[in-house]
């Protein structure tokens, strides 16, 4: 039942105070610098005010490339920016669709605020992203967690606010707006975390890579439109989930793919690295979606470094200030990889590959089969591949020597020495050296990982991805 004239009057005076607050607020707060890089701000207003053209139109709302680029004013920009592209974003939609004088309101005021508070947020949590003396932290994947605590925040606070001015116009009950919304929240947060991400690669690697970023982003949401017209409903579905999975697998290899533009070994160490543990999987009598858990393991086992500066990437000898920046690349590199659908399991198998079994790892400490079985057979991998390869001022070992070493470190308390003899004898049969041809884009095989990822079959929608019990140990740097 709708409510009465009185009740619509009020809302909307209220509507308009917050909308006159917020633009008054912008103003007292405002600052020339917020802008600055200017080309940062123009491509995000841009961005915001174009991002409607690249919509996802779907039976209850849309989806849009305005709300990666309100994020990223948020979270790069300012309150001001933020509420500029919020407000930039509404225009459009609202012209767009024709809608009457009161959903302009609603849609005004709730993204000029939300947007401008959101930014504060950030600021009062993060500091300036753009102060030389806040350079290190915003290059962390702390920054990129702020951004997506308050994206969520800011959501929901968004959600009440044009909630309660659906629930006064047309009746409808909040319970019945939040069933209506789930459908959409994944694709939201998909969002939200995909601009978290962008926003961490900006303080990395500068405007190039959101740029970049930005073209991916919206030849994504172009092919979107494209799928979702389909005329067969099952076809929409099916093409849809493969491009959401594109999507998020993507935004993963294209971070491995930034991170080897900075160091050249990335890519070929995390190849064969896959390569060896999926072998040693093999050898061990995993299953089949274990070894799957394992070979995605090796590949995005060193994608927490892509947060690293260049003075600990390209680093001889690691400095003891640097030492905490590096023990955490697993716990950073098992959040990003966490995010992605389904990969849980991998997530863990990232964060425990630098445990020892005698429990002097890290980053938990864990003993003996107490550390999960994929980052064992991960550690033994990686163990071996760096011996041979060389790191920093060590020069590359023998593959025998690199044997002995192995057989060192399980004697070491550092590897399990069965898992150590099992590998030994893959290496005995295969080669010592049979991965080293191996190849990141030939191991992802993204276009088959994403189809699985996709279209899990019945037999496997309950067990897919899921880890048995830990059987064996191992671990080592990399």
Known sequence: MNSSKLTRYLFWAGEILLLACTAAAAGWLSRGEEWNPLLLGALLVVLAFSGEWFSVELSDGQLSASLVAIVLAMALLGPTPAAACGVAAMVMTSAKRRLPPWEWLTNLSAFAAVPFAGGLTVRALAGNVHSPSNHQMMQGITFGLIVFGVFLVALAVNFVLIGLDTRIMEGRTFSRQLREFLPLLPGQIAAGALAAILAVAYTNLGLPALFASVVVLIIFQHLTVALVRSEDRAEQLEARSRQLVGLQLGVLRTLVRALSMRDKTTGHHAAAVACYAKALAVELGCSEEEQEVIHAAGLLHEIGKFTWPDRVLHADVVKDEDLGIVRNHPHEGAILVGALDGYGPTADAILYHHERVDGRGYPAGLIG?????????????????????????????SPQEAIEELRGAARHGQLDA??????????????????EDADFETELAFDRRVRQMAEPSL???????????????ASRQD
């Not at 496997?460 to 048995?468: K, L």
């Open 369 to 397: 089969k107490e550390i999960p079985l994929a980052s064992r057979i991960l550690a033994i991998g990686c163990t071996y591949h760096t011996m041979t390869q060389g790191q920093g001022y060590r020069s590359p070992m």
């Open 418 to 435: 069965d898992m150590v003899e099992s590998f030994i004898a893959v290496l005995e049969r295969e080669g010592p050296t049979f991965a």
């Open 459 to 473: 037999e496997n929608r309950g067990t897919a991805m899921r880890m048995r019990s830990p059987r064996t140990p």
